[in-house]
């Protein structure tokens, strides 16, 4: 994989998701939710070869750490989006976290979440705010 980052045009962010600020995105499935990282973190991060997940039944609160990732050259804390139970771990990613790098909208999700409060959701950027939050974030 190129060390060479992406630049934010090049990287995908599907509209149907809500994005936090710590590069974690949510897609709502019913009742449940499922969380991962966006494009961009991926991209930033490089190649991933390690992914530390929570138990399933762990509740958190929006804004706790519920993982960790790590890739060759840094380790990274991964926020919680919104505060719920957790429903399911993405076991595929720790055993193969490449995933994460390869599809990390789809095969690369980390958790299933029951919904504490579903309003926080609300609270998240929808795409085009993501996408300019990280434009405004990002160094010229």
């Not at 804390?77 to 490449?98: F, K, Q, R, T």
């Amino acid at each position: 994989m190129s060390e060479e980052k992406m630049k934010i045009e090049q990287l995908t962010f599907p509209d149907e998701f809500h994005y936090h600020p710590e590069h974690t995105w949510v897609k709502v499935k019913s009742e449940e939710v499922f969380i991962g990282i966006s494009d961009f973190a991926q991209d930033q991060l490089g190649e991933i070869v390690y992914v530390d997940l929570p138990n399933v039944g762990d509740s958190l609160a929006g804004g706790e750490i519920f993982g960790i990732v790590e890739s060759a050259k840094s380790a990274s804390s991964l926020y919680l989006p919104i505060s719920g139970e957790i429903l399911a771990v993405n076991a595929n990613v720790v055993d193969s976290p490449e995933l994460v790098n390869q599809d990390p909208y789809g095969e690369g999700w980390m958790i299933a979440l029951k919904v504490q409060d579903s309003a926080e959701i609300r609270n998240l950027m929808s795409k085009e705010e993501y996408v300019n939050y990280l434009k405004d974030t990002q160094d010229p």
